[in-house]
């Protein structure tokens, strides 16, 4: 299938704006794309004019623009999987106190989709559209542990002394995670916050996303991560079936 080239590095430039934490200069992505930096620089300002990229006042590079963001909403607020999660994630709230989160996998990451919060003063959040690692977040190992086709990270960057690092420990870990059915984040990405999750099946047996809830760990007590596990499960498990698929 042909390609529309002009359009490809447009694409391929709001991936490399959304995959720095830094606004980019036009020579760099320029270099990435292989093009002179006169044609990189009508690229981004035409993604600019529509509102796609924007640019920074004081560097002259750019970043990501609003546009992205509004168009993002838009697919959440009409993806099916959210629509059918809203009442559950509720359900968690009111058994655990805890907030209660909904992600699926994007850009070989934990895509947060939806969350209900919960009326506790002190409370763990993420906002919908956040983008968290794989292997050291609750939601983002169900959906490792899961899901064949998904490939184990290269790179275990540390977020905090917990963080699992080694590839074969995780590789381990997440075993142990398919054997009981849920996952756990035990300080691994914020420090002083545990998570549980369990994952989301349709109707083909096929990893959709995961479900579950984060919250302090001096309430989320080791010795209560089973009761917690299992109120997760029960949800996840119902979730599943409203999506159309029983696991035997």
């Known amino acids: 299938m042909s390609e529309i080239q002009s359009l490809a590095r447009g694409l391929k430039i709001m991936e490399l704006l959304a995959a720095s934490s830094d606004p980019v200069s036009i020579t760099e992505l320029a270099a990435e794309l292989g093009i002179d930096k006169s044609s990189a620089s009508r690229l981004v ?9 924007e640019q920074d006042a004081a560097s002259r590079r750019y970043r990501l623009g609003p546009q992205v963001v509004r168009l993002s909403r838009s697919l959440l607020t009409r993806m099916p ?4 999660a809203k009442p559950f994630l509720r359900q968690l709230v009111e058994r655990t106190g ?20 919960s009326a506790a003063s002190l409370r763990v959040t993420t906002g919908v559209g956040t983008l968290a690692p ?16 998904i490939a184990s990270p290269q790179a275990l960057p540390s977020f905090t002394p917990r963080t699992i690092t080694d590839p074969q420990a995780l590789r381990l870990h997440l075993e142990q995670t398919r054997r009981q059915g849920y996952a756990v984040d035990d300080e691994e990405y914020d420090f ?29 007590g080791l010795d209560r991560l089973p009761h917690f ?11 599943s079936n409203r999506m159309s698929f029983q696991r035997a």
Do not use: W
């Open 45 to 53: 300002q035409t993604l600019a004019i529509y509102g796609y990229a």
């Open 81 to 84: 999987l959210r629509d059918a």
């Open 98 to 117: 805890e907030c209660a989160h909904l992600a699926i996998l994007a850009q070989d990451q934990a895509l947060y989709v939806d969350q209900v919060e």
């Open 134 to 149: 794989l292997h050291c977040t609750a939601l983002g190992k169900c959906l490792l542990a899961f899901d064949n086709g």
């Open 192 to 220: 002083g916050v545990r998570c549980v999750a369990a994952p989301v099946f349709d109707y083909r047996g096929k990893v959709i996303g995961a479900i579950g809830i984060s919250g302090p760990a001096g309430r989320m």
């Open 229 to 239: 596990a299992q109120v997760v499960l029960d949800a996840a498990r119902e979730l």
